[in-house]
């Protein structure tokens, strides 16, 4: 749900509601910027990480930010939500809102996977937007909506097995999934 179009009370109440039905849902807020006063216990339990995306899209795509200021703005993003929220936010780098992933990096297939593999081991859950697995082109919206392309020729099987290698790996390991994430080390 798109956080901002109700007030806090609002989810409040849906919040309470839907966890009194189904004690185990998972309520995401829709947010484009730091959401600390939505993702909180008793109202939303994570959030669409669109800080992560532009991060992703800044250093791996654009190549428009240094490794430096990659690392201090994954460092102040590690820091805005407590631990245990920060393992429920849903980690996009495309949605329904959004140009296309394979267009904004002009088709560079090892930008796409080194943006792929960055968001499967970064705390939270790995979203991806359908097609964007197969290099779905799509640019400012509408053409973002395209349906589905189920033609598997024109498919990029190469992106895709590297997804399904991603989500494997990430199955098989449960530190992706619940560990820590610090930066050790930085290099020039």
């Not at 024109?154 to 399904?164: A, G, S, V």
Request: charged share 20%.
């Amino acid at each position: 749900a798109v956080a901002d179009v109700r007030g806090h009370q609002f989810w409040k109440a849906l919040w309470q509601k839907v966890k009194t039905i189904t004690p185990s849902s998972y309520m995401v807020a829709e947010i484009w910027g730091p959401g600390r006063s939505w993702i909180r216990d008793g109202q939303f339990d994570g959030g669409t990480n669109y800080v992560l995306r532009q991060i992703v899209l800044d250093y791996f795509i654009h190549g428009s930010i240094s490794i430096r200021q990659f690392v201090s703005r994954v460092n102040n993003l590690l820091r805005m939500y407590p631990w245990e929220k920060t393992l429920t936010m849903m980690n996009v780098l495309g949605s329904h809102d959004t140009e296309r992933l394979y267009t904004l990096a002009w088709g560079n297939i090892l930008r796409l996977k080194l943006a792929m593999l960055f968001q499967f081991v970064f705390p939270g859950i790995p979203a991806v937007y359908y097609g964007d697995e197969i290099g779905m082109r799509g640019g400012k919206d509408p053409d973002n909506r395209r349906g589905m392309e189920w033609n598997q020729r024109n498919w990029n099987h190469e992106l895709r097995n590297f997804t399904k290698q991603l989500i494997a790996i990430r199955k098989s390991l449960s530190m992706l999934r619940e560990g820590d994430c610090t930066v050790v080390q930085v290099l020039s």
